[in-house]
């Protein structure tokens, strides 16, 4: 009794097991909230990453997916043969006279039903078949070229979106700068040693500094709708590095022939086949079709039933104006499409060549812009401060030379950027990330 008063006097403490466990679950919930939001801010959105997931999102690949499982889908439809034709009719009935209308009493009065089946030939078949797969494959085809297009756009616009931030970067270096020199300006005055025009002069370059931010402003924000066009909310994240743009997927001295397997001239070289296929079924068509009929007629209980058999073959009597003739055209659509193949290949090797002209000028442009240009005007800059600050020049001279600097550097990122397009243009003529081959549908056996 003794020990158990004891015991309810001075019950035993009990271990801080709640406490520690919140405290615990505090701490561990900071660290995750905390770790999330450092990896939220230290994610970028490279061009690589940019590329993937615009062709992830893309419906019009998509569509290209439905437009070859349709055409796949008709290719086995016209595969077949024509669907059989159920008649029925009466035959001889009679219309006036005491057996008018009546269906037993006249022996030549017959209730028919019967079936009519068209024997298409099996070479008519294939072909109509193989007109359908030749659209698959030319779906196919487009979808490459889509493909393509999707990842040039994105890599474009992620382009102009990366040089318009790096402008507005120089520009934000130089109107800190121009802060500078309206303060030593205003001291300059006050302490007799300037004028008001060093002042004017300071503010004004200071206001043209604002206004180009104000327009790279502006590119920034039609380069993010134009990549958030492509890639979602992705494009809000900040840029990561500029990826390797000194060399190109292209091997000049077999262009053309690389060029002949471009996505947009496999699609001619499909459609040409689609010709070539429809003229062979103009040349089937030629011959004709067959069909055959069977049909059982039913007469009144006092005579006997019948059978027919039936076959119907089309007379082409005017050949010379009909088959040949349509014939005739589907082979000059043949030719058509080759020539329009054939065209578009010397026109995109002209056009390829002349953005290769154009890439490498500009790339020895930029190298004159980066040993020669940019520091030349740096200097200029340079000299004009130091000379301004030992009295022997004017803010306007060191106001010109500052311009004159921001010029330079502009048109060098302004260079760099045209270069750089034309890097994206020809290096991603043809598809590199995304897949070609079309997606399995179930549409067909959800119905």
Partial sequence: MLSRDIK??????????????????????????????????????????????????SRLLAAKDHAVQSAREMSVAAGQLPDAVLKLGVDNLPINGQDRFSMTRDFMTMRRIGVMQELTRTDKRRLRAQRFEREAEKSVAEKSATTATIERETALAWLDRYYAEAMSTAIAEQLDQAKLEIQAAESAYRAGRGNQADIFNSRSAFAFLEDKASDIRRRIGNANIVLARWIGDAAQLPLGDKPAVDSIRLDEATLEAQLGHHPELAVLAKQEDIATTEAQLAKANKKADW???????????????????????????????????????????????????????????????????????????????????????????????????????????VLVARRSEIDVRLQALQLGQETDRLWAQLNFLFPQYGHTQPLRSRANKDF
């Fill in 8 to 57: 309810a006097r001075h019950p035993a403490p009990r271990p801080a097991v709640r406490p520690l466990r919140a405290v615990l679950f505090v701490v561990f919930t900071v660290s995750v909230v905390v770790t999330n939001a450092t990896v939220a801010s230290e994610r970028v959105l490279s061009l690589v990453e940019a590329q993937q997931q615009a062709v992830e999102r």
């Fill in 291 to 397: 069909s055959i009929e069977v049909a059982v007629q039913k007469r009144g209980p006092g005579y006997s039933d019948m059978a027919s058999v039936g076959l119907s073959v089309p007379l082409q009597w005017d050949r010379k104006n009909r088959q040949d003739r349509e014939l005739s055209s589907k082979l000059a659509q043949v030719e058509q499409a080759r020539a329009e193949r054939e065209d578009a290949l010397r026109a995109h090797v002209a056009e390829v060549r002349a953005m290769l002209n154009e890439w490498h000028t500009n790339r020895q442009r930029q190298i004159r812009y980066e040993q020669e240009l940019i520091p030349f005007a740096r200097s200029r800059t340079e000299a004009s401060l130091a000379s301004y600050r030992g009295g022997k020049a004017t803010l306007a001279d």
